[in-house]
């Protein structure tokens, strides 16, 4: 049997709430050894503010606990990193090098480490040193200027796109490729990832909106995000709603011979006031039926009409269920590496540790011995 991809590989997560930790659980999931690194008082944030949140995003890691502030647990930290392949850490920039861990100093220890960076704004630029979460990096990026209706204010997404998308997938993209790259050369290198830098860049579609027009669309009239009466959002006869994307002409085409309306094939497929007709036509149809009702009726036309389900109903969509990435464990459920591999394993799901679980099974790994552990915890630096 097959050893899962990141077999080998030793990881140190010091990253903590909700970026950085989803960053390593994907690395974990993919056969790596994350060790996370908490405060011995409280640990990570999460612990407290969303355990359940915290579960989730930390299955099959371990749990050290140094205090950074004690010059103990600094040496000890140094001794990990010089075995180290990756360094993941959140703190603002500068942090880790007035702690005497920067990646100048790592680097001379282990020349091979993958140093992560994980910030809101990057290391460089006049907004390195603020503070921000989700919400302001949408807000910078423009993302957050093109979500909600025409006319209305913008609207908050209950998907972290920033942090989870912007940042932590970005962040582990270019951990692996840094990680390819020093197996080859002996030679590690710092990840600099600003969740503002990753969210701008998945503007795509505004991006060549402005490359086409020198300027962007007003919010819910660009093609994706409204102004299309082909792909849109319609509310349905029982007051839930079904997602049209029938962008291409054969799709709409599907649609209208599946409800007996080729009079709306005739209407254009273009955004402003030339698809209004086509937009007050399909809002009136799609209130004839109820929501499950044109699920059974569209399922398969071939025209990418779709229910919009709650989170609890998408659980129990048989397309996920039959692609096995929810489970249940003691009636919750739990989300997997959403990759299948035809020839590779992923690591599975682990257990979620307690706060310092792991300490001295890993630091006696390190050479102290039960003397050494005693006095560290005795002083707080463990």
Request: hydrophobic share 45%; glycine share 12%.
């Amino acid at each position: 049997m097959a050893n899962p991809l990141l077999s080998g590989i030793r990881v140190l997560d010091l990253t903590r709430l909700l970026p950085g930790p989803f960053c390593s659980f994907y690395l974990a999931q993919l056969g790596a050894e994350v060790i996370k690194l908490e405060e011995p008082q409280g640990g990570d944030y999460a612990r407290m503010l969303a355990p359940e949140l915290f579960t989730l995003l930390n299955r099959g890691k371990q749990s050290v606990t140094l205090d950074l502030r004690q010059p103990e647990a600094v040496a000890i930290l140094k001794k990990m990193a010089a075995q180290a392949d990756v360094l993941i850490e959140s703190f603002r920039p500068g942090v880790m090098d007035k702690l005497g861990c920067g990646y100048p100093g790592l680097k001379l220890l282990n020349p091979r480490l993958v140093y992560a960076a994980l910030t809101g704004y990057g290391q460089t630029g006049p907004y390195k040193d603020r503070a921000g979460h989700d919400m302001n990096y949408c807000g910078y990026a423009g993302l957050l200027d093109q979500t909600g209706a025409a006319d209305g204010a913008p609207v908050l997404s209950n998907f972290q796109s920033a942090d989870l998308a912007g940042g932590a997938l970005t962040c582990a993209l270019g951990i692996l490729a840094a990680v390819i790259g020093a197996r080859a050369s002996g030679q590690g290198t710092m990840v600099d990832v600003g969740m503002l830098d990753g969210t701008l860049a998945l503007q795509t579609l505004s991006l060549a909106t402005i490359r086409t027009l020198g300027e962007g669309r007003a919010r819910g009239n660009d093609m994706l995000s409204g102004g299309l009466a082909n792909y849109s959002i319609y509310a349905c006869a029982d007051g839930k709603h079904v997602a049209m994307a029938a962008l291409e002409p054969k799709f709409f085409l599907n649609f209208c011979n599946a409800v007996g309306r080729l009079d709306l094939a005739a209407m254009p497929l273009v955004p402003g006031p030339a698809g209004a007709t086509l937009r007050t036509a399909l809002s009136e149809l799609f209130k004839t039926r109820s929501r499950d009702e044109w699920e059974l009726l569209l399922a398969d036309r071939d025209c990418c009409v779709s229910g919009i389900y709650t989170p609890q109903e998408a659980l129990d969509n048989p397309q996920v269920k039959a692609r096995g990435l929810i489970r249940m464990e003691d009636g919750k459920p739990l989300s997997d590496l959403p990759i299948k591999f035809s020839d590779a394993l992923g690591a599975g799901s682990g257990d979620c540790p307690a706060l310092g679980a792991d300490t001295y099974n890993v630091l006696a790994e390190l050479g102290l011995d039960e003397a050494a552990l005693a006095a560290l915890s005795a002083s707080g630096a463990i």
